[in-house]
């Protein structure tokens, strides 16, 4: 990696006056494991708007990543060596939260180790060609250079991968990547077609060269993964002890992990209650699976009439905000809303929200929108005009859109890295129940929307706490899936298998939601007549993606130590997301 990282110059908060003697110590070792892992993991400094490393898919093998734990213990070592004394307020909570996600890292890297029962590669490799595609940073012809060389590099990344599985792995993990290597090459074809008229002559073929020599190198990798299943393990949950101590890890407030389950119990009921009467509400002579069926019917005729309706909900959405002091929105985030690209649909089939790159010079949000995968007639229904309310308030305003927007700005490398999707999917969810309550589309239709994705995100806390002790298995948590939400048995099979290796995050969407309502309810029990709701949403959003049980302490102590803007040293020029 280059030592100015592409041209970006890196920030850092500033404690003003109180500045303490070992901040610079503590911002210095932030740094530099910053930059240690964006060289490892050239994907991740895709994502966060550094393209130095664009034309890297970096170093797989075990080696690699053992050297990785170790240089995060040595990290953690000597950020937890230095005395809070000698920091600053705004230095000793970021050492502390520093401390939190390293922690939590190294829990899922040498506790966890899933990367050594399960092959990942595709997933990594996927993720690192898609990030040039999803966001407009540079002209295609430059991305689709950039892709070449991730191309090029992907026969050695696969090979090294394979170091990893030094023990039996799970069977149905090996199933699910010998699935991906299946769909890849559909994903190669799309690239391929969509330098065909842009690129060069010689550029076009170098890419075709790289994407034949993929497919190639995939046929070998699935020959692999196939004779890995002789040996292969049916065991994937992490059982009661490590599943606790990873929920304790979390963070979450306080909860422990039967509480957390007792919370999704009751939400299943209270959201199928609510959901009843809003059904009524619609039809009292209809069965509610009828009036769900006439909503989904009630949408545009076409689909530029559904993007059109997109548009006009999401800045409908965002001026209810400013009309009604909800919360502050800055007058230059940009967010664009457009079909999704034809070279893409294959791998984005519904839709996805890009939040801009925080280092990227020109950025906006953009939420793609995919009119349908090969021409089904029932796409339409996905676009009926109660859904597109819902995910108006979910994607754009005020929820994922707006919350990264704001968040992105904080200069801290510390909290640019923290992964807490309590906050993140708990914000989204909570900003659709606060524009009802504040009484954005907030008829029946609308509600009960909002309140079947709720059914759904109640079933996930259940399942991930049960499934992960080992009290439930895969066939039993599909028909739990199927009985209480009434997804296709398919549909609900593809949702069981990502539970099975995403421990403790698909209950983070509607306990997210829960641990804010109540941190909210708590402000306004100790303001009293003081409490601004939209003043809560702008300490929250400026604070950044923490942990809830982190911002309740930046809210107890005036929010002083998270709202810094200023910088100790440049920052590359941007817009809002």
Not at 43 to 64: Q, Y
Not at 489 to 514: D, I, M
């Amino acid at each position: 990696m280059t030592g100015d990282l592409g041209g970006v110059a890196l920030a850092r908060p500033s404690a003003g006056a109180g500045v303490g003697p070992l901040d610079e110590r503590f911002f210095d070792l932030v740094e530099a494991r910053f930059r240690r892992v964006l060289r490892s993991n050239p994907a991740v400094a895709t994502f966060v708007g550094i393209h130095s490393e664009d034309h890297r898919l970096g170093d797989g093998t075990r080696e690699a990543l053992l050297e990785e734990i170790a240089d995060d213990r040595i990290h953690l070592s000597a950020v937890e060596g230095l005395d809070p004394v000698g920091l600053s307020s705004l230095a000793a909570f970021e050492r502390e939260l520093e401390i939190h996600n390293v922690r939590r890292e190294l829990f899922d890297a040498d506790v966890i180790r899933l990367w050594e029962r399960r092959a990942t590669a595709l997933d990594t490799a996927g993720d690192a060609l898609f990030l040039l595609f999803a966001r407009d940073f540079a002209p295609l012809t430059e991305r689709l250079v950039s892709v070449t060389a991730r191309l090029e590099a992907l026969p050695a990344f696969l090979t090294q991968h394979r170091t990893r599985a030094t023990v039996p792995q799970v069977r149905l993990w090996q199933q699910l990547e010998l699935e991906s290597a299946g769909d890849m090459p559909s994903l190669f074809d799309e690239i391929v077609a969509a330098g065909r008229g842009v690129l060069g002559e010689s550029d076009q073929r170098r890419l075709e060269n790289a994407a034949s020599a993929a497919r190639a190198t995939l046929v070998d990798y699935e020959a692999w993964l196939e004779g890995t299943l002789a040996t292969a393990v049916e065991n994937w949950p992490l059982g009661r002890e490590t599943y606790d101590e990873l929920i304790r890890l979390r963070g979450f407030d306080g909860l422990d992990a039967d509480q957390i389950l007792e919370i999704g119990w009751q939400q299943l009921a209270e959201q199928k209650a609510a959901r009843t009467a809003a059904a009524r509400e619609i039809d009292p002579d209809s069965e509610e699976a009828e009036v769900i069926d006439k909503l989904k019917s009630d949408h545009p005729a076409t689909f530029d009439g559904a993007l059109s309706a997109y548009r006009e909900a999401m800045f409908r959405s965002r001026q209810h905000l400013i009309d009604h002091a909800i919360v502050t929105v800055p007058s230059d985030e940009r967010l664009q809303v457009v079909p999704t690209p034809e070279y893409m649909r294959n791998v984005v089939p519904f839709a996805a929200y890009f939040d801009a790159a925080k280092f990227d010079s020109n950025p906006a949000g953009i939420y793609i929108v995919t009119p349908s995968v090969g021409n089904d007639p029932r796409a339409m229904r996905e676009h009926n005009y109660s859904s597109i309310s819902n995910t108006s308030i979910h994607e754009a305003y005020p929820g994922h859109h707006l919350q990264l927007s704001v968040g992105g700005r904080h200069p801290s490398l510390t909290r640019l890295m923290t992964n807490a999707p309590e906050f993140v999917e708990g914000w989204a969810m909570y900003s659709e129940q606060l524009m009802r309550e504040q009484g954005f589309d907030d008829a029946p239709n609308f509600r009960l929307n909002m309140h079947t994705d709720a059914i759904w995100r109640a079933c996930r806390i259940i399942l991930d706490v049960r499934m992960h002790r080992g009290e439930i298995g895969v066939d039993d948590a599909i028909r739990f899936l199927v009985e209480h939400t009434s997804f296709e048995e398919a549909n609900a099979r593809a949702e069981v298998r990502r539970y099975t290796y995403t421990p403790s995050y698909q209950l983070s969407y509607l306990l997210g939601k829960v641990l804010l309502l109540q941190l909210r309810a708590d402000e306004q029990r100790r303001q009293g007549r003081k409490f601004s709701l939209r003043d809560f949403h702008d300490t929250l959003l400026r604070n950044g993606s923490l942990p809830v049980s982190f911002h309740r302490r930046l809210l107890q102590n005036g929010s002083a130590l998270g709202a810094s803007t200023q910088t100790g040293r440049g920052m590359a020029a941007r817009a809002a997301d």
